[in-house]
């Protein structure tokens, strides 16, 4: 099976714009979870979604956004980027979001605000 | 609160050596216990976890976990290290934080060196 693809691995913006990243689970996984990576923070939760809806959220402005689309593809949305939102951009899925099950994770989506 | 602690921002070891990396969590309920190791440029790769049953879980390219409940530790160990082992490694625990839905909660990572 394929792994989780992200896309784009990299972009670079500029404060104010939006931005928006996109996940594609493997096959069969309903669960995605988002995380943010950054050197300062480590790693942190941004949001968790089955079956097109939000779980869960992380402690995140509401700038920070997403949604999932019948195929659980997802994807997240920031607007009004920062400096601060620079980051590796980390999609995870698993199969039904339950808590034992293990999550994968795809190679990451770099921001750089400028 | 969940937590996860890893206390070593890094650790140097020799080619062939035990490979170590410490873990503790603190959790409400039962652990669910994960170690992920990310290589420059890459995303999280799945070494291992611990749900229930043994203590010593075994998992990918040769590492090992024990998990300790009075210790509340969950160290990640490989016997003989190769330079490729060089990376960051991370420990996390899952936990419910509703009904439904779940996320993981990772430590602050691990450097690992290997000189060969």
């Known amino acids: 099976k394929a792994g989780v693809t992200q896309t784009p691995r990299y972009l670079i913006k500029t404060r104010g714009q939006q931005v928006t990243l996109s996940c594609s689970p493997i096959?069969?996984?309903?669960?995605v979870s988002w995380y943010q990576q950054t050197p300062g923070q480590g790693l942190q939760f941004l949001f968790e979604?089955?079956?097109?809806?939000?779980?869960n959220k992380g402690n995140f402005p509401g700038r920070f956004s997403g949604r999932q689309f019948s195929n659980s593809r997802s994807e997240m949305n920031v607007s009004t980027l920062e400096l601060g939102d620079s980051a590796l951009y980390l999609c995870?899925?698993?199969?039904?979001?339950?808590?034992?099950?293990?999550?994968?994770f795809g190679p990451g989506t770099r921001l750089l605000v400028l | 609160a969940q937590s996860v602690a890893q206390p070593e921002d890094q650790v140097n070891v020799a080619e062939g050596n035990p490979l170590t990396v410490k873990c503790t969590y603190s959790?409400?309920?039962?652990?669910?216990l994960f170690w992920y190791v990310q290589y420059p440029n890459r995303g999280l790769q799945f070494l291992l976890k611990?749900?229930?049953?043994?203590?010593l879980v075994k998992g990918s390219y040769g590492f090992e976990a024990e998990f300790n409940k009075s210790q509340t530790s969950f160290h990640l160990k490989k016997p003989s290290a190769l330079v490729s082992d060089s990376a960051l490694y991370f420990c996390?625990?899952?936990?419910?934080?509703?009904?439904?839905?779940?996320?993981?909660?990772f430590g602050g990572g691990t450097r690992v060196l290997v000189k060969p």
């Open positions: 995870a899925s698993s199969l039904d979001g339950i808590v034992e099950e293990t999550q994968y």
């Open positions: 096959s069969g996984h309903r669960s």
């Open positions: 979604y089955f079956s097109e809806t939000q779980r």
């Open positions: 959790v409400s309920g039962n652990p669910y």
């Open positions: 611990y749900i229930t049953g043994d203590n």
């Open positions: 996390a625990v899952r936990h419910l934080i509703k009904a439904a839905g779940n996320k993981l909660t």
